[in-house]
C-alpha cells in the first residue's frame, strides 16, 4: 500500500489545528474571565503557528499572512491578561497576602485585561470567525518549501526530526553551560516548546513510543516555565520592595 504523501498529511493536520483554534476561540468568548481560557487559547494559536512554520510553503501566502496577522492580535490580548493571572499565581507561590498592595493592582490587571479581551472576543461570533479563518487556509497550487510533498510522511519525518532534535540538545547544552542565565533558558524553554509541538505534528508517524518522550518534554517545559513566569512577574512594574524579594526567593 502506498504510503500517505505529507501534503494531504500536512493539510489534515494544519486544518485540525486550526479547528482546535476556533473551539478555544469559543471557550474563551463564553469565559474570558477565566484565567484558563485565554491560557488555552494562546497554547492552540501557538500549536497552529508552529504548524504553519513546519509547512511552510504548504498554503497560498497572502490569506495566510492575513490569518496570522489576526491570531498575533488575539495573542497579545491574551498576553496582557495572562501576565496578571500568571503573577497573582506567583504572588501567593510566594507567600504575599491577597490583601497585599501588588496583589490588589495586578487584579485590577487582571479586570482590565479581561475587558479588553471579551470586547475584541465578542466583535464576531466564534462560527462566523472561524468560517473566514478555515477560508484563508487555502492550500497553494504549487507547494514550495524544503518538504517533499509527495513523499511519504514517515520518510520525510526522517529526515527533518533528528536536525530539530540536534538543535534542541545543542541548545540544551547552552542552558546548562549558562548556569542561571534566564534569558538563555527562556530561548531554550522556547526550543523545548517548538520541538514539543513539531513532535506532536508526527506523533502518527512514530506510533506510541514517542509518547513517553513528550511527556518527558513536556515536564522540562513545566520547570522551566515556573522559572520564566518569576522572571516575567518581577519585570512588572507594579511590583514593590517587599514583592520583589518574596518572588526572588520562590
Known amino acids: ?3 500517505k504523501p505529507l501534503s494531504k498529511f500536512a493539510i489534515a493536520r494544519s486544518g485540525a489545528r486550526l479547528e482546535r483554534v476556533i ?22 494559536i501557538r500549536r497552529f503557528q508552529q504548524c504553519l512554520e513546519m509547512f511552510d510553503g504548504l498554503f497560498v501566502p497572502k490569506p495566510l499572512a492575513k490569518l496570522r496577522k489576526k491570531l498575533r492580535k ?14 497573582l499565581e506567583v504572588l501567593a507561590q510566594a507567600g504575599l497576602p491577597p490583601h497585599h498592595s501588588v496583589a490588589m493592582k495586578f487584579r485590577q490587571r487582571q479586570d482590565s485585561g479581561s475587558r479588553a479581551l471579551a470586547r475584541h472576543l465578542a466583535k464576531r461570533s466564534s462560527d462566523e470567525e472561524g468560517d473566514r479563518w478555515r477560508k484563508k487556509l487555502r492550500t497553494a497550487k504549487r507547494m514550495a518549501g524544503a518538504w517533499d510533498w509527495a513523499a511519504g510522511v514517515a520518510e520525510n519525518a526522517k529526515a527533518a526530526l533528528p536536525r530539530l532534535a540536534g538543535e534542541f ?3 540544551g547544552d547552552s542552558a546548562v553551560a549558562s548556569r542561571g542565565d534566564h534569558e538563555i533558558l527562556h530561548q531554550f524553554r522556547l526550543k523545548a516548546k517548538s520541538f514539543r509541538y513539531a513532535l506532536e505534528v508526527f506523533a502518527p508517524a512514530y506510533g506510541a513510543g514517542l509518547k513517553s518522550h513528550l511527556e518527558e518534554l513536556r515536564e522540562l517545559q513545566d520547570r522551566m516555565g515556573q522559572i520564566h513566569d518569576c522572571v516575567v512577574v518581577l519585570d512588572l512594574p507594579e511590583m514593590d520592595a517587599m514583592a520583589i524579594r518574596a518572588v526572588r526567593r520562590l
Not at 478555544?24 to 492552540?44: D, G, I, Q, S, W
Not at 488575539?74 to 503573577?87: E, F, H, P, S, T
Open 23 to 44: 473551539a478555544a476561540f469559543a471557550r474563551a468568548a463564553k469565559h474570558p474571565r477565566n484565567p484558563e481560557t485565554a491560557h488555552n487559547l494562546r497554547v492552540a
Open 169 to 171: 540538545f545543542a541548545e
Open 74 to 87: 488575539l495573542m497579545n490580548l491574551c498576553a496582557a491578561k495572562r501576565d496578571y493571572d500568571v503573577g
Open 1 to 3: 500500500m502506498k504510503p
